[in-house]
């Protein structure tokens, strides 16, 4: 889910270095459905392709909107279906039919996008003809419990991660040298909103005066809807008892809802939540409510506090290291303990009684995210990485890199503690 706008290249593109030219650059997701990695994907995609590179996009599961996007962007894209089965018999039956697919592609880089993309590539790139491989660690680690990934990360020459956490992982729990890794932050840029405040207020039952809060992310269980649903209650009992009304709007792919809606049932919420399943103009939506929330037990760098952040919003999100990453020291204080519904309503309710306090952290987050975020930081990196990647299979030695893991360090090292 994201309100990014499609990347279909700027003005001052025609400027750019072609470091890439002739290169064939194959990016491997595990889906054509829109989530944060898939628009990242696509951002990088773009990123590459006015360096100079030639740009496809695979999928093994097929069509969704990120499909559409490629086709917006002219990216060619290709679903590329799992038909080999998981047994440890059947992996290396699975690598070298792989293999021989991507082999026809004539590509020079392989990059995978989240888990399944990451192991399956490191696996079978020696064998497709390709000078290397990036894999792009996306999250803090899930859906990496296979016996094959420690022989995919043996074999994966350089990783990229969207978080000093996400690196932090690399190293500690999968064993890869520091010198292997670098960090580039997600990039955000927010798209035009298709409908005004008015018209999202009317279709979420919010008149001028109710609290409306939203979180954007598709509904499963590591998002823990769950502690926000039972702190929203809290907020909605504390604001009825003084005639306010207050409405949660909960965007995204709806993957796991029935405990959600049996729980939401039972506290007596249903009047005070919306389920709005994925929705395409979250830019609309966000322009709408006064305050973002997120109740995640973990995050790498996440994508929709980031899109808050740029629309202006305050922000009360779970206490984890990727969030503190996306907020910055400003935005610390409005962290909750994960798993903590007491916690997570009080710091609503102080924001719900302080509009100008809201107003001050939603500027000093869009500030953050103008200064850290952008897709012009993203393509200032990939220039310089990618290139050297391709030449050498090493990471070249950078300042910028060095600053960035060294910002993040005080974060990391308050969420240790």
């Not at 499909?67 to 070298?96: N, S």
């Not at 109740?295 to 990727?322: H, I, K």
Request: proline content about 6%; hydrophobic content about 45%.
């Amino acid at each position: 889910m994201s309100l990014n706008r499609v990347d279909n290249g700027r003005a001052d593109s025609a400027s750019l270095p072609k470091v890439l030219s002739g290169r064939r650059v194959l990016m491997v997701l595990g889906c054509l459905d829109l989530g944060g990695s898939e628009r990242q994907a696509l951002h990088a995609a773009g990123v590459l392709r006015r360096l100079g590179a030639e740009v496809q996009v695979w999928a093994f599961r097929p069509t969704g909107r990120a499909a559409t996007l490629c086709e917006q962007m002219g990216i060619p894209w290709r679903y590329v279906p799992e038909p080999w089965g998981w047994g440890p018999l059947r992996w290396p039956l699975m690598i070298a039919r792989l293999a021989q697919t991507f082999r026809r592609a004539l590509p020079d880089l392989l990059l995978p996008y989240t888990a399944f993309p990451n192991v399956v590539c490191g696996l079978v790139w020696r064998f497709t003809g390709a000078r290397t491989c990036i894999w792009n660690q996306r999250d803090t680690g899930m859906g990496l419990d296979s016996p094959t990934v420690p022989w995919a990360v043996r074999n994966t020459p350089l990783f990229l991660s969207n978080s000093q956490v996400g690196k932090d992982f690399l190293v500690e729990r999968l064993g890869v040298a520091p010198r292997r890794i670098r960090v580039v932050p997600n990039a955000v840029a927010l798209h035009r909103p298709q409908a005004d405040r008015a018209a999202w207020r009317a279709r979420l039952g919010a008149d001028a005066s109710c609290l409306v809060a939203c979180m954007v992310a598709n509904i499963h269980r590591n998002k823990d809807h769950a502690t926000l649903v039972r702190a929203w209650k809290t907020v909605v009992e504390t604001l009825n008892a003084q005639r306010r009304s207050a409405v949660l709007a909960l965007a995204g792919r709806p993957d796991e809802t029935e405990d959600l809606l049996r729980l939401i049932h039972a506290w007596r919420l249903t009047d005070a939540i919306r389920i709005l399943g994925e929705v395409e103009d979250v830019a609309g939506l966000l322009s709408a409510v006064d305050l973002a929330v997120f109740s995640s037990r973990s995050e790498g760098c996440p994508n929709a506090v980031l899109e808050s952040m740029a629309a202006g919003l305050a922000v009360v999100a779970t206490d984890c290291p990727g969030v503190r990453e996306a907020v910055g020291e400003t935005g610390l204080a409005w962290l909750a303990p994960p798993g903590d519904p007491e916690a997570f309503a009080h710091l609503m309710l102080q924001l719900a009684d302080h509009p100008e306090l809201r107003a001050e952290l939603g500027l000093n987050n869009r500030r953050r995210v103008e200064k850290e975020f952008t897709l012009e930081r993203l393509e200032a990196r990939l220039a310089t990485l990618v290139p050297t990647a391709l030449e050498s299979r090493r990471w070249p030695e950078d300042v910028e890199s060095s600053a960035a893991e060294a910002s993040a360090g005080p974060a990391r090292d308050r969420a240790r503690s």
